[in-house]
């Protein structure tokens, strides 16, 4: 009994089955994760180590060169990359393919090991190993914007709105951007201070000594033993004022406020700004735990949202900055309308060429088999993303072809006068191994996107997976239950008695044509053959003038700039580039009563790039000359329109900045081509970088070459004279504090406010308004003897240029 013949006899059987099928795969629809890319393995981890007021020179030679020869005793290790710049070095340590998803947590807790024990690093150097939140995602990102509350106002509300972002069900981390924190400065003049007696130790030591927060210990009374816990720490900024500072002999007192000016702010320079719109803003992005559906996430975070509109006050407004949800939704909305049309269209080929009842028979095979495959990738775990929905496309194509041969053949039987039944059953005996051997041989076509041992090959091996259960579907539901419909509903007369209809003569006539032309193809067969040959050349000619793009630009209504000035610049400055692009598209692109589709809104980073909200966005590395643009866009049809106007704009007005207007990659982030030039002689190295650089910017269809090291950058050598400095009574450690003072100050304590713990800086009270001439007058103090010199009198400032960063 083969699977036509039980489908038949067994009917009943055979249709409760498939409305089974058909049920669980409607229910498991609702319930498959959504997401942008199938889930992969991430085999990179960075180590991070911060090494403050060290050239990048110094950072590669005292840190990042010990850290990467522990990262290459690794034998999982297949790559080992770093970037030095000044105060940072950030090694980046990727893994064979060939590691296991599970095996990634002991490789890395073993290096954690290898760079806790090693020797020789710079006091305070302590590399950190990063494996969490590479690769990613936080395709959800809302901005609270603030219109006349301080960052710290406006950051309350943030956390108590992160914390019902976290709480919902689907979302895996919520962080936050453009958080400015605060800090306690107390801000002094070295003369005055001087005139006290004082010096900037003394009044740390004095501070420190006053703002405690430790047990005093317990004691027993009685039947009880009681904590002790003694008064000190600071409650208000007014305490801190309040300071009594001894001066003099020790027996008079003075309040700090009275010789300094104590204030509250915030980290200054800023580590990064985030506007929305051209407003201040405080951005939350958020994860999407893994198999959790996006688009439900999405929903909820909507009701956040309203749920918050109507509590906070005037001035303060939630806004969507990043829509991954969306953009899925849309998506399987289009699959949802390529499945109709593939009905349609199969549909009105079949009545056209085969009849009605032929047409509906072969036309339901495209939705059971989708469902069906459907509720087999909800058993696997295998969820609806960009890649499955694509291999779900392909398949619809090809899914119809085992229907299409099977119902032939069984109308073809019924043509030559076999009965119904033994007509479905000898066509499936017959077919049953050649379409199993047709599907295999289709499916296996994707085979090595499956077996490929990569990132890349957990992103695409699903279109493999994906393919084979909807064609397998499609052969089984083909033997079965359209065997079974074409026995139910199939009236086929036998060719003698059936009447010739129009449709039949044209078939007919297309039959006679091709016989003929197969005749002639044979009578001149060396001829076609030849012919065959010119032609397969010619379309290998023709396949070079093809454009490759192994993954094309995202189709999302999304515009991105990303910003690089030359090492060293201000965010202040950064900010203000940014802004002069905001007018523009203020002014040129945005949406509004002049204008129906263009720029809806956008919103700005610099210092830092955003969490990474799309799979084609890889953030630069945090610095206060970068930055970074989100722009959304009415519709995906006007990118390439407001691209083109934002790199004219932005040629024309910043010709010296490197900036890149562009679109996401559907694939991932990063440039299509790099050329890589290794050297120990960075000088060799930067001037092949020149040349490889002309070279390629002459080529046709090339834009933004650039290097990855970036322009020099300046710095200024303090040339110490040590014996002038020891005549002086400075020592080099002296020289180092009083700069650090001036120019950066130093935490000196912490300010507790409710839960909060906010630094103390001190520093002098110019250290905002520095110039050469200042700095090189300014009073080195020692902390022996407490008299001051000026620093001209015991180093030189030298100016020299530096690479800003180094790359291994």
Not at 6 to 18: K, M, P, Q
Not at 142 to 147: H, K, P, W
Not at 383 to 407: C, H, S
Not at 418 to 437: D, V
């Amino acid at each position: 009994m083969n699977l036509a013949q039980f489908s038949i006899e067994r009917n009943r059987i055979t249709l409760t089955v498939l409305a089974t099928v058909l049920i669980m795969g409607l229910v498991m629809y609702k319930s498959l994760p959504r997401d942008s890319m199938p889930p992969y393995t991430v085999r990179v981890a960075n180590i991070i180590s911060n090494f403050p007021g060290a050239s990048p020179e110094r950072v590669e030679l005292l840190v990042t060169d010990k850290v990467e020869k522990v990262a290459q005793e690794l034998p999982e290790l297949k790559e080992v990359t770093s970037t030095s710049r000044s105060g940072l070095s950030v090694v980046t340590v990727e893994l064979r393919d060939e590691v296991k998803p599970e095996d990634l947590q002991a490789v890395w807790d073993r290096l954690r090991r290898k760079l806790a024990a090693i020797e020789g690093l710079p006091n305070g150097v302590s590399p950190f190993l990063d494996d969490d939140g590479i690769g990613e995602v936080f395709g959800i990102a809302v901005g609270l914007v603030s219109d006349g509350y301080s960052y710290a106002e406006a950051k309350d509300y943030v956390d108590d709105i992160k914390d019902d972002f976290i709480k919902l069900e689907p979302a895996a981390k919520v962080e936050l951007g453009g958080v400015q924190e605060e800090r306690i400065f107390v801000e002094f003049d070295n003369s005055r201070l001087k005139e006290y007696g004082l010096s900037a130790s003394k009044l740390q030591s004095y501070i420190s000594a006053t703002n405690i927060l430790s047990s005093g210990g317990q004691v027993n009374l009685e039947d009880e033993r009681i904590i002790l816990e003694p008064t000190g720490n600071y409650n208000s900024v007014q305490d801190i004022s309040n300071t009594l500072i001894p001066v003099g002999d020790g027996t008079q007192m003075i309040n700090l406020g009275d010789i300094t000016t104590v204030s509250k702010g915030y980290i200054d320079p800023p580590t990064q700004i985030v506007k929305v719109n051209g407003e201040s803003a405080i951005s939350m992005h958020i994860s999407l735990k893994e198999g959790a559906n996006v688009i439900a996430l999405g929903e909820e975070v909507n009701t956040v949202i309203q749920h918050w509109q109507a509590k906070l006050p005037v001035g303060l407004e939630l806004k969507r900055l990043a829509s991954l949800d969306t953009y899925i939704d849309v998506k399987i909305k289009d699959f949802v309308v390529n499945l109709i049309q593939s009905i349609v269209i199969v549909l009105a080929v079949m009545l056209l060429f085969l009849g009605f009842r032929t047409g509906g028979i072969i036309a339901s095979l495209i939705p059971m088999v989708t469902i069906m495959t459907l509720m087999l990738m909800g058993t696997l775990g295998i969820g609806l993303n960009q890649v499955t929905l694509a291999a779900l496309i392909m398949a619809l194509g090809m899914m119809v072809d085992n229907a299409i041969v099977v119902a032939e053949t069984i109308m073809v039987k019924m043509e030559k006068g076999t009965q119904a039944k033994t007509a479905a059953i000898e066509a499936c005996g017959e077919l049953f191994t050649p379409l199993l051997i047709s599907t295999l041989t289709t499916s296996a076509a994707f085979l090595a996107f499956y077996l490929a041992e990569s990132t890349m090959g957990d992103i695409v091996g699903p279109i493999f997976v994906v393919i084979t259960l909807a064609l397998l579907s499609s052969w089984i539901i083909a033997l079965t239950i359209i065997t079974l419909l074409c026995y139910l509903f199939l009236n086929i007369k036998p060719k003698e008695e059936k009447k010739e209809s129009f449709i039949d003569r044209v078939i007919n006539r297309l039959k006679f044509l091709y016989k003929d032309l197969i005749l002639k193809a044979l009578a001149y067969r060396k001829l076609v053959l030849i012919g065959i040959v010119v032609l397969f050349i010619l379309s290998l000619f023709g396949f070079t003038k093809i454009p490759f793009v192994f993954f094309p630009d995202s189709d999302r209504n999304m515009v991105t700039v990303d910003i690089n000035l030359p090492q060293g610049t201000r965010i202040e400055t950064t900010q203000s580039l940014l802004e002069h692009i905001e007018k523009f598209m203020r002014d040129s692109l945005m949406v509004g009563k002049d204008r129906e589709n263009g720029v809806t809104d956008w919103s700005s980073y610099a210092g830092k790039g955003p969490e990474s909200y799309d799979l084609g966005y890889s953030p630069d590395e945090p610095n206060s000359s970068y930055a970074h643009m989100l722009v959304n866009v009415s519709d995906a049809i006007y990118n390439n329109e407001i691209v083109n106007k934002l790199d004219v704009f932005c040629f024309e007005n910043f010709p010296n900045a490197d900036i890149k207007v562009g679109l996401l990659g559907s694939g991932g982030g990063g440039v299509p081509i790099e050329v890589k030039i290794s050297g120990n002689d960075p000088d060799v190295l930067a001037a092949l970088s020149e040349q490889t650089k002309k070279k390629l910017a002459s080529i046709q269809g090339t834009k933004n070459v650039k290097d990855d090291w970036g322009p020099k950058s300046k710095k200024f050598v303090v040339n110490i004279d040590q014996n002038k400095a020891m005549l002086a009574g400075v020592s080099s450690q002296d020289i180092a504090t009083s700069l650090q003072t001036v120019l950066d100050g130093f935490k000196t304590g912490e300010y507790r406010e409710e839960d909060k713990s906010i630094p103390i800086i001190m520093r002098n009270d110019v250290s905002q308004q520095q110039t050469l001439a200042s700095i090189e007058t300014l009073n080195v103090y020692s902390q022996a003897t407490g008299k001051s010199v000026p620093l001209i009198q015991v180093a030189n400032i030298i100016p020299e240029w530096q690479y800003a960063k180094i790359k291994r």
